[in-house]
């Protein structure tokens, strides 16, 4: 592995330095690591000993690279037709992941065992843990990284992040519950457990206003585990008058328990959340 990193630097390297052309060797390690993407041995991103997220950098160098190698190609999956560079993934039954016509995943992209894909579409460079399920009309966009046990709802877009090479992708940790319409970019990491309820929208600077304490607080680009997430407005002043710019608050925490779904089920209807 670590041969292969230093390699893909190097080519990279040489990329910026103005290189247009290819060796086979080069060619060959490029794809070797978009291979790896696809059966699970290389991540975008990973933990450390101490549960931190590490971005790696010479993995997303490889995806950009790859764009830059493969030729243009017709696919045909029964009666549709593409025309695009990256085939589409293949490997569902080894994998042991459901697919439902019409979901479709990029080659480069990794399920775990026991993930669902409804009709939904998964990009390159993409991760999702065990037993996750991706629901109708849902995108996960290229290099995001989704635990074990998420539930992704109808029509939740969440970003891709591939360029710059250290930014970090949509993190998404186990056991977090993602409503309808939510949309997740730039980045943003989302807690173990936590719960978003539907049309949530969070970027970078979208402001995460806690309200459970005796005074609201603020932080942006993460949301604590096990919160209560819901969409809202607050009131700036401007030139004209007052306008309401978009935030989200947290409101409560989901409640311990040993069967994660009885707890969400008694989160949903505590905070009464439109899901």
Not at 2 to 9: A, C, D, S, T, Y
Not at 84 to 104: F, G, M, Q, S
């Amino acid at each position: 592995m670590k041969q292969l990193q230093e390699e893909i630097i190097k080519i990279q390297r040489d990329i910026e330095a103005g290189q247009t052309a290819f060796s086979a060797l080069q060619k060959q390690s490029i794809t070797e690591t978009i291979r790896g993407l696809d059966n699970g041995t290389i991540r975008v991103a990973s933990k450390d000993t101490e549960g931190q997220w590490i971005i790696h950098e010479w993995v997303k160098y490889a995806i950009l690279q790859y764009f830059r190698i493969a030729p243009m190609t017709q696919m045909e999956a029964g009666p549709f037709q593409y025309h695009d560079k990256i085939p589409l993934k293949t490997n569902y039954k080894e994998l042991n992941v459901r697919v439902v016509p019409p979901a479709t995943a990029r080659m480069g992209s990794f399920m775990e065992a026991g993930v669902v894909l409804m009709p939904s579409y998964t990009n390159i460079g993409a991760w999702i843990g065990a037993g996750s399920m991706i629901d109708t009309w849902a995108t996960v966009g290229s290099c995001a990284q989704i635990g074990a046990g998420v539930h992704i709802s109808g029509g939740v877009g969440i970003g891709g992040v591939l360029e710059p090479a250290s930014a970090s992708p949509v993190i998404i940790e186990d056991g977090a519950f993602i409503g309808s319409r939510c949309i997740l970019v730039e980045g943003v990491h989302i807690g173990q457990d936590a719960v978003l309820a539907a049309n949530v929208a969070l970027t970078a600077s979208t402001p995460i206003i806690d309200i459970r304490g005796s005074q609201f607080t603020e932080s942006r680009g993460k949301i604590p585990p096990g919160t209560v997430v819901i969409p809202g407005t607050r009131e700036k002043n401007v030139t004209g008058g007052k306008i309401h710019t978009s935030c989200v608050y947290i409101i409560g925490e989901r409640k311990e328990s040993t069967d994660r779904k009885t707890s969400l089920n008694q989160t949903l209807r505590e905070f009464s959340l439109s899901v």
